[in-house]
């Protein structure tokens, strides 16, 4: 455990010298130019629209960050011959992988929370009322960017970065695309087999509801451990066979 979280708080740190955090900023410029484009509607519905938008842009923002950190390290490392001072060390290749894993994760964590911290600034500032409930979204789209990650790491373990983020970008479309794929009753038919990304989708209840319960919020965790779960074991196998 001593060397994932060894290797993770590289990984974090790194992403801070890179300037990733550079991106609250434009986030932050995007949502005060969004302002005056936003729908005159009656003041509830507003709140939900301008709801609606803010995670829109929070889940593109952070699905951007995420692709660029998740494919672009393993291969990096690689090719920079980096990976081999670390390996040298006593870190087996999994240990190596879920340390990349959890240190871009964390890194992801920072950017959605900072980015829901503006939304809900940005919604006090037009509305004067906290709109906490984004908070909740904000959760859920970190949480998938955690599986995104977690693919996007597996898949660049045997592919070029290019070809890692066409990948995560098919994982995406077949994600939330299952009842588009196979039909609302294959869909039911295959619930056990064929998880969906749309259990972290929690923007109807957020911006036009009361909110999601905690049953629902434990569920999210539980799909998203197991997604996880599997998708850093698949990456394992896959770079624990790979001659380096």
């Known amino acids: 455990m001593r060397s994932v979280l060894t290797v993770s708080k590289a990984v974090f740190f790194d992403s801070i010298r ?10 932050a410029g995007v949502m005060v130019a969004l302002i005056p ?7 509830g519905v507003e709140k939900a629209v301008f709801g ?3 995670l829109a842009v929070t889940f593109v923002a952070s699905l951007v960050v995420t692709l660029g950190l998740s494919v672009t390290r393993v291969p990096s490392e690689v090719e920079r011959r980096t990976v081999y001072a670390v390996l040298a060390r006593p870190v087996a290749r999994w240990q190596y992988l ?12 920072v950017l959605v929370g900072a980015f829901a911290a503006v939304d809900v600034a940005v919604g006090a500032a037009v509305y004067g009322t906290l709109l906490w409930k984004l908070m909740i979204g904000a959760l859920g789209i ?5 599986v995104v990650a977690a693919f996007g790491i597996a898949v660049s373990t045997v592919v070029s970065p290019v070809t890692a983020t066409v990948a995560e970008a098919a994982f995406l479309f077949v994600g939330h695309s299952k009842a588009t794929l196979v039909g609302e009753e294959g869909a039911l038919a295959l619930k056990a087999f064929y998880p969906s ?5 929690v923007v109807a209840p957020v911006t036009h509801g009361n909110g999601v319960p905690p049953l629902y919020l434990a569920s999210m965790v539980v799909v998203f451990v197991g997604f996880v779960g599997v998708l850093l074991v698949i990456g394992a196998a896959l770079f624990g066979g790979r001659d380096l």
């Open 18 to 27: 890179r300037r990733i955090l550079l991106a609250v900023l434009v986030f």
């Open 37 to 43: 484009s936003l729908p005159d509607y009656r003041l």
């Open 52 to 54: 609606e938008i803010a």
């Open 98 to 109: 879920v340390g990349t894993w959890l240190g871009t994760f964390a890194m992801v964590g």
């Open 142 to 146: 970190w949480l998938e960017m955690g």
């Open 197 to 201: 990304l749309d259990a972290f989708n």
